[in-house]
């Protein structure tokens, strides 16, 4: 059974960071492109980035230079390192695995950002 599970997020500062995990279970972590993606209230999902296997990594423009995405096989967990954080990137982050044919969701994290 495949899950992934987030921890992290809450309410920052604009200007502030935070970082988002995902524990994966049930899947061959060391071989998926894991994303991650955000959903603004009204507004649709958003890709925010992915990570290969190997550890490469691409980006969403609107996040490009302050997103961050890393993994640690060892611990089958992807992280999202958010910094300089601004209001419109409040939203709900999930993060995705795409395995056979299944296509998993983490169950999402609040991210708040206001002063």
């Known amino acids: 059974q495949v899950q992934l599970v987030q921890s992290g997020g809450g309410l920052v500062q604009p200007g502030g960071s935070l970082r988002l995990s995902c524990a994966a279970s049930?899947?061959?972590?060391?071989?998926?492109?894991m994303g991650w993606y955000r959903q603004a209230p009204g507004k649709q999902r958003e890709w925010i980035g992915y990570?290969?296997?190997?550890?490469?990594?691409n980006y969403a423009d609107s996040v490009k230079g302050r997103f961050t995405i890393s993994r640690d096989d060892a611990k089958t967990t992807v992280y999202l390192q958010m910094s300089n954080l601004k209001p419109e990137d409040t939203a709900t982050y999930y993060c995705?695995?795409?395995w056979g044919r299944g296509n998993y969701w983490g169950q999402g994290t609040q991210v708040t950002v206001s002063s």
């Open positions: 995705n695995v795409i």
């Open positions: 049930g899947i061959t972590f060391s071989m998926l492109s």
């Open positions: 990570i290969l296997s190997g550890g490469n990594t």
